[in-house]
Each structure stands twice: as structure tokens, then as C-alpha cells.
């Protein structure tokens, strides 16, 4: 069954990719015998997948690495969640449906809508991410407090001799039942705002909430339960894009505001000898207290994965024994991982189930949780103990000597902070330089990373982009490039990461200001969007892409299995969208 489920997405996202490519370059539709290969090939797709639903085990299609480009079905999933977690997490969500079903009518105030059911709608969102909770407790915990939440907002529905269903939880198999453009419409607003929930809740942690962008939580969820045209989800689902733009300014104030505003810098690859702890996932405030309960204890601090842009933040690398990076994507864990020496803490998503060769010093905080690991709850201040993370490290010892690693293509140290404040900074010496023919070209070459073959093209694409041109980057994608060294142009460097995924909103930042002053619109500008996705994070940055109206983005390294033909087509026919081929064929098609 996997096999034939690989066939027939291999064939119709080959099929998909000359369409896509017709539609670009301007011309007729392909030829009759493609479209219907296509129509009788997508048939046969939706068929199994309706057949796979009656017989699965769990189902879940909301990653780029999802089983045979259509959906995880069995015990366990290509993350590593388990079934029975899996099937929490939808219930989970079904249970959120019915909390913002129970909110209709209600007010702000103690007896209505309070602080603690936005966030607790925020943390659920934020727990169905992937990688992010493994712990089927820990989110059966969270339905519990949902439907407490919901018994207050509503306490006679429970007990009702006569209940209405208004504010029934919602039952995940009608979406995933649905027919196949409603699915495919109802999958992009609720992974949206999945991935929206994580940077609203980073943002929420620093002590930063938006009215709007709670309520819009509220409103989305309700739509995914309810019955609506394709024309009024299709709506909604550029409305997830523009509130989540709301929603990475947001972040982007908290983090400068409560850490300065991030500066380019230069940081090491190498692991100090001594005690150490790697800290990963995407939490500045965790990384800050971490800090600073471990200054003056001997204890050095490393970054990984999606962490490595907290070296820019003055707040941040204050502290002299945040000495480095170690590693490089949230994929290669387990790899990176093994037998090291040191304390691991995972702030959020990405986790890679742990080996046992490492699993004892593996600390989860937040919503992140694995089974058999320590956990490090919040305080009611707000605090954290990081005790028990400081006292694996010393009693592991760390390295007895300095150890050298390297990047993915061998360099020794990487360079981070180019944020939107840093580069506009210099705006004069960029606009001058392609007025001048300096520069001919910008690409943004941004997004995810992953385990899945075929992300080395992102590495060859970079690569191979011309001497005159720039690379701006951003998320974890970056890892398979970021340690080249692609030299300058006039003082500035070729290739700059702008920091973590939620920094895409520095990168539309950069875009806009360029299209002003050379009063163009950025579909007009010499800049190329050249996307890897893998998560929901993603999801939401290309909704975000597709609001503001940007155009012939190339993504990859597969399009979404939750795409429906038709959506496809719409995206394809209306933003020029296309998957990604080689690089050197999507460098000849971007340059002109």
C-alpha cells in the first residue's frame, strides 16, 4: 500500500510540476493526455486515501514527510508519535473547537473570556505542531483543562437532558473525511494557525498578546467545525495569512524589546572542554534564564538548531559563557546527539525522539514533552528551576579538550543577526549597489529542514547563485548552506541569515522597504522566494507570502499532501506557486 501511495503522488506531482511550469512560462494548457493521467491519477489518489481513513490507525498528513506524500496511517508516524498521541492530538483539537464553540455570546471578564483561555487555546494549538509532544499524558492533560475551561464558560451543557450540540467538541474525522477541496481548504487554516499559535505563544511568554490575534484563533477554529463555501473558506485562509503577519510583529517587538535588537556576529562551531549544556528549539526567554542561573557555575552554553540567532541579541550574548553552536538541524539529533557529554534542553518544537544513549540528559520544557523525560514546569511567577539540567552537566563533565566540529560542507564557524533593523541600516550602500549593477539579484532561500532526500538541493542551489547576487536566509533550512563562504559585495556579505523562522517577517520587512525606493511593488524587484517547508510554521509564513500578494514562489522539496488538485491549481493559475526542479533550471527560469 505505501508503495502504490508513493506511485501515484510520485506521478501527480510530476504531472503537477509540468503544469505548474505551463502556467508560468505563459502557455497553453499541457497536453489532453497529461490532464487526464493527472484526473484519473488524483481519482485513484483520493479513493485510497478515503479507503486508508476506514481502515487506519491514526491519520495525519500535516508534514512535508508524511508516509507516501499522503498520510500516516499505521502505529506510528514518520515523526515517531505514536498512534494513540496522534489521535489525542486530534481530539485535542476537536476539544479546542468545542471551547471557542462555548466562548459564542461571551464577554471579557471573569465570568466570560479570561487571559488563561486564549492562552490555554494558544498552548493546544501550539502542542499539535509536529515534534513538538510525544506524551500522550501531557495532552490528555490538556483536553482535561479544555473541557474544564469549556464547564465553566457553559455549565449547564454537560448536565442538559436535552442538549442543543452547540457546543459539542468536533470530531476530526469529518474534515478528514470531507470532500476533497473543503479538506484541502479547512487542513491549510488549521495548520496555519497551528504554526501561528507558536509564535503567539513565544510572544505570550515575554509578556506580549493581541486581542485580535486571539480572537482570530477563536474564529478560525470555529470555521474548521462548521459548514462553509469554498469561497468563504478560501477567505479565511488568506486571512491566516494576514493575521499572522499581525502575529510576527508581534514576536518580532517582544524579542527586540525585551533583547535589544539583533547584530550580525560570527559564531564558533567548537565545543569548549568543560561542562556544557546544548540548549535547542526556538525560546529566548528559556535560553535568558537559563543563563543566567548557570553564570558563574562552570557551566558553558551552546545554541542549536533554530537557537543559533540568539548569539545576535545584545541581551543575550552578554553573557560570556554563551560560547557557541553545536550541530545543525533538528533532524540530525539523534545523530548529534549521541553519547555527547553534555545536558540537552528542549525549549519547543523540533524533537526528535531521543536514543537511550542519550535520553537520561534530555530535559523538555514548556509544552515540549517526551515520555521518560525530565520536565521543567513553569512557576506561577513565571520562573523556571533549571536545577536538575545544571547538575547533569557537571556530573557529565562535558569534553576533556576543545573539540572542533564543523557545518554541513566543513566550515568552523557561521555568521548570524542580519535582521531587518541590521540590513536597512545599510539600505543606501544596497540600493546604490544595484543601481550601479553591483548586485543583480536577491534570493530568499528560507524555511524548514528535514530528513527527507532531495533537500541538498537547496545546498546546490546556493551554490550555484551568481557572484552578483545576494542570499538572504532564515530557519532552520539554513543549515545546509550556512557555513559556505560566499564572499561579498561591495562590504556587504553575500550570504545573510536574518534568524529564526519568525524572522520571515524581517525578510518581508527588507522587501517592502526595497520596493519603495525604487517605487516598484516586490513582485517587481530582482528577489526570488525559494521555500522548504517541513511543519506548520511554514504553513503559515507561505499563507502570510500569499496575502501580501507575492508571486512565483518556488517551494519544496515535495508540494503538501493536503493540497487538493483544484487548490493546487488555484495557487498555481493565481501566484505562479511551483514546486522546485533542479537548480540550475530554477536559476535559469528566476534570473530570466
Given at each position: 500500500?505505501?508503495?502504490?501511495?508513493?506511485t501515484?503522488?510520485?506521478?501527480?506531482?510530476?504531472?503537477?510540476?509540468?503544469?505548474?511550469?505551463?502556467?508560468?512560462?505563459?502557455?497553453?494548457?499541457?497536453?489532453?493526455?497529461d490532464?487526464?493521467?493527472?484526473?484519473i491519477?488524483?481519482?485513484?489518489k483520493?479513493?485510497?486515501?478515503?479507503e486508508?481513513?476506514?481502515?487506519?490507525?491514526?491519520?495525519?498528513?500535516?508534514?512535508?514527510?508524511?508516509?507516501?506524500?499522503?498520510?500516516c496511517?499505521?502505529?506510528?508516524?514518520?515523526?515517531?508519535?505514536?498512534?494513540?498521541?496522534?489521535?489525542?492530538?486530534?481530539?485535542?483539537?476537536?476539544?479546542?473547537?468545542?471551547?471557542?464553540?462555548?466562548?459564542?455570546?461571551?464577554?471579557?471578564?471573569?465570568?466570560?473570556?479570561?487571559?488563561?483561555?486564549?492562552?490555554?487555546?494558544?498552548?493546544?494549538?501550539?502542542?499539535?505542531?509536529?515534534?513538538?509532544?510525544?506524551?500522550?499524558?501531557?495532552?490528555?492533560?490538556m483536553?482535561?483543562?479544555?473541557?474544564?475551561e469549556?464547564?465553566?464558560?457553559?455549565?449547564?451543557?454537560?448536565a442538559?437532558?436535552?442538549?442543543?450540540?452547540?457546543?459539542?467538541?468536533?470530531?476530526?474525522?469529518?474534515?478528514?473525511?470531507?470532500e476533497?477541496d473543503?479538506?484541502?481548504?479547512?487542513?491549510?487554516?488549521?495548520?496555519?494557525?497551528r504554526?501561528?499559535?507558536a509564535?503567539?505563544?513565544?510572544?505570550?511568554?515575554?509578556?506580549?498578546?493581541?486581542?485580535?490575534?486571539?480572537?482570530?484563533?477563536?474564529?478560525?477554529?470555529?470555521k474548521?467545525?462548521?459548514?462553509?463555501?469554498?469561497?468563504?473558506?478560501?477567505?479565511?485562509?488568506?486571512?491566516?495569512?494576514?493575521?499572522?503577519?499581525?502575529?510576527?510583529?508581534?514576536?518580532?517587538r517582544?524579542?527586540?524589546?525585551?533583547?535589544?535588537?539583533?547584530?550580525?556576529?560570527?559564531?564558533?562551531?567548537?565545543?569548549?572542554?568543560?561542562p556544557?549544556i546544548?540548549?535547542?528549539?526556538?525560546?529566548?526567554?528559556?535560553?535568558?534564564?537559563?543563563?543566567?542561573?548557570?553564570?558563574?557555575?562552570?557551566?558553558?552554553?551552546?545554541?542549536?538548531?533554530?537557537?543559533?540567532?540568539?548569539h545576535?541579541?545584545?541581551?543575550?550574548?552578554?553573557?560570556?559563557h554563551?560560547?557557541?553552536?553545536?550541530?545543525?538541524?533538528?533532524?540530525?539529533?539523534?545523530?548529534?546527539?549521541?553519547?555527547?557529554?553534555?545536558?540537552?534542553?528542549?525549549?519547543?518544537?523540533?524533537?526528535?525522539?531521543?536514543?537511550?544513549?542519550?535520553?537520561?540528559?534530555?530535559?523538555?520544557?514548556?509544552?515540549?514533552?517526551?515520555?521518560?523525560?525530565?520536565?521543567?514546569?513553569?512557576?506561577?511567577?513565571?520562573?523556571?528551576?533549571?536545577?536538575?539540567?545544571?547538575?547533569?552537566?557537571?556530573?557529565?563533565?562535558?569534553?576533556?579538550?576543545?573539540m572542533?566540529?564543523?557545518?554541513?560542507?566543513?566550515?568552523?564557524?557561521?555568521?548570524t543577526?542580519?535582521?531587518?533593523?541590521?540590513?536597512?541600516?545599510?539600505?543606501?550602500?544596497?540600493?546604490?549597489?544595484?543601481?550601479?549593477?553591483?548586485?543583480?539579484?536577491?534570493f530568499?532561500?528560507?524555511?524548514?529542514?528535514?530528513a527527507?532526500?532531495?533537500?541538498?538541493?537547496?545546498?546546490?542551489?546556493?551554490?550555484?547563485?551568481?557572484?552578483?547576487s545576494?542570499?538572504?536566509?532564515?530557519?532552520?533550512g539554513?543549515?545546509?548552506?550556512?557555513?559556505?563562504?560566499?564572499?561579498?559585495?561591495?562590504?556587504?556579505?553575500?550570504?545573510?541569515?536574518?534568524?529564526?523562522?519568525?524572522?520571515?517577517?524581517?525578510?518581508?520587512r527588507?522587501?517592502?522597504?526595497?520596493?519603495?525606493?525604487?517605487?516598484?511593488?516586490?513582485?517587481?524587484?530582482?528577489?526570488?522566494?525559494?521555500?522548504?517547508?517541513y511543519?506548520?510554521?511554514?504553513?503559515?509564513?507561505?499563507?502570510?507570502?500569499?496575502?501580501?500578494?507575492?508571486?512565483?514562489i518556488r517551494?519544496?522539496?515535495s508540494?503538501?499532501?493536503f493540497?487538493?488538485?483544484?487548490?493546487?491549481?488555484f495557487?498555481?493559475?493565481?501566484?505562479?506557486?511551483?514546486?522546485?526542479?533542479?537548480p540550475?533550471?530554477?536559476?535559469?527560469?528566476?534570473?530570466?
Amino acid at each position: 500500500l505505501f508503495d502504490f501511495k508513493h506511485t501515484i503522488y510520485f506521478y501527480y506531482n510530476k504531472m503537477s510540476r509540468k503544469y505548474a511550469r505551463h502556467i508560468r512560462r505563459g502557455e497553453k494548457e499541457p497536453a489532453h493526455k497529461d490532464l487526464m493521467g493527472r484526473k484519473i491519477l488524483t481519482g485513484m489518489k483520493i479513493k485510497k486515501r478515503r479507503e486508508m481513513i476506514m481502515e487506519q490507525q491514526m491519520f495525519c498528513y500535516q508534514c512535508e514527510q508524511t508516509a507516501g506524500c499522503s498520510g500516516c496511517v499505521g502505529n506510528i508516524g514518520v515523526c515517531g508519535k505514536s498512534a494513540d498521541v496522534a489521535n489525542l492530538q486530534d481530539k485535542l483539537t476537536g476539544a479546542l473547537i468545542g471551547l471557542v464553540r462555548a466562548t459564542e455570546g461571551k464577554t471579557t471578564g471573569e465570568q466570560g473570556l479570561r487571559a488563561e483561555t486564549f492562552r490555554m487555546i494558544t498552548e493546544g494549538l501550539f502542542a499539535t505542531i509536529t515534534n513538538v509532544s510525544f506524551d500522550a499524558e501531557a495532552i490528555q492533560n490538556m483536553i482535561d483543562k479544555v473541557e474544564k475551561e469549556k464547564n465553566r464558560l457553559s455549565p449547564g451543557c454537560s448536565a442538559c437532558g436535552t442538549p442543543c450540540g452547540k457546543t459539542n467538541d468536533y470530531t476530526l474525522d469529518n474534515l478528514w473525511q470531507a470532500e476533497e477541496d473543503i479538506r484541502s481548504l479547512k487542513s491549510l487554516i488549521l495548520f496555519g494557525i497551528r504554526g501561528m499559535a507558536a509564535y503567539a505563544y513565544h510572544a505570550l511568554m515575554l509578556g506580549y498578546t493581541d486581542e485580535e490575534i486571539n480572537l482570530f484563533f477563536c474564529e478560525a477554529l470555529y470555521k474548521i467545525g462548521y459548514e462553509e463555501t469554498k469561497e468563504e473558506l478560501l477567505h479565511t485562509v488568506l486571512r491566516v495569512g494576514e493575521i499572522n503577519l499581525k502575529c510576527m510583529a508581534l514576536l518580532d517587538r517582544a524579542n527586540t524589546e525585551s533583547y535589544g535588537t539583533p547584530e550580525p556576529v560570527t559564531v564558533p562551531l567548537c565545543v569548549e572542554k568543560g561542562p556544557f549544556i546544548v540548549v535547542t528549539g526556538h525560546d529566548l526567554k528559556d535560553l535568558k534564564m537559563l543563563l543566567e542561573q548557570t553564570e558563574g557555575k562552570g557551566v558553558n552554553i551552546y545554541t542549536h538548531g533554530e537557537m543559533l540567532p540568539a548569539h545576535a541579541y545584545p541581551e543575550l550574548k552578554k553573557y560570556k559563557h554563551l560560547k557557541g553552536n553545536y550541530g545543525t538541524a533538528w533532524q540530525n539529533q539523534q545523530k548529534e546527539f549521541d553519547g555527547l557529554p553534555g545536558a540537552l534542553l528542549f525549549t519547543t518544537n523540533c524533537l526528535m525522539p531521543p536514543k537511550d544513549s542519550y535520553r537520561d540528559r534530555v530535559f523538555t520544557t514548556e509544552v515540549v514533552a517526551f515520555p521518560g523525560c525530565v520536565h521543567i514546569e513553569e512557576m506561577p511567577d513565571g520562573s523556571k528551576d533549571f536545577s536538575p539540567v545544571i547538575e547533569k552537566a557537571l556530573a557529565l563533565g562535558g569534553f576533556a579538550e576543545t573539540m572542533e566540529f564543523t557545518g554541513i560542507n566543513g566550515g568552523k564557524e557561521v555568521t548570524t543577526g542580519f535582521s531587518h533593523a541590521a540590513i536597512l541600516s545599510h539600505a543606501d550602500t544596497v540600493v546604490e549597489a544595484v543601481r550601479e549593477g553591483k548586485i543583480r539579484h536577491f534570493f530568499l532561500v528560507a524555511g524548514c529542514d528535514g530528513a527527507k532526500p532531495g533537500r541538498n538541493y537547496y545546498t546546490e542551489f546556493v551554490k550555484q547563485t551568481p557572484e552578483d547576487s545576494i542570499v538572504l536566509t532564515l530557519a532552520c533550512g539554513k543549515f545546509r548552506f550556512n557555513d559556505l563562504a560566499l564572499g561579498e559585495i561591495g562590504g556587504l556579505p553575500r550570504l545573510m541569515d536574518m534568524g529564526q523562522c519568525n524572522d520571515a517577517y524581517g525578510a518581508i520587512r527588507v522587501a517592502v522597504s526595497l520596493a519603495e525606493a525604487f517605487g516598484c511593488t516586490v513582485n517587481e524587484l530582482p528577489l526570488s522566494f525559494v521555500l522548504s517547508w517541513y511543519e506548520q510554521k511554514a504553513v503559515c509564513i507561505l499563507l502570510t507570502l500569499l496575502h501580501l500578494g507575492i508571486k512565483n514562489i518556488r517551494l519544496g522539496p515535495s508540494l503538501p499532501a493536503f493540497l487538493s488538485p483544484n487548490i493546487l491549481q488555484f495557487l498555481v493559475e493565481n501566484y505562479g506557486i511551483a514546486p522546485i526542479t533542479t537548480p540550475a533550471e530554477d536559476l535559469r527560469e528566476l534570473l530570466g
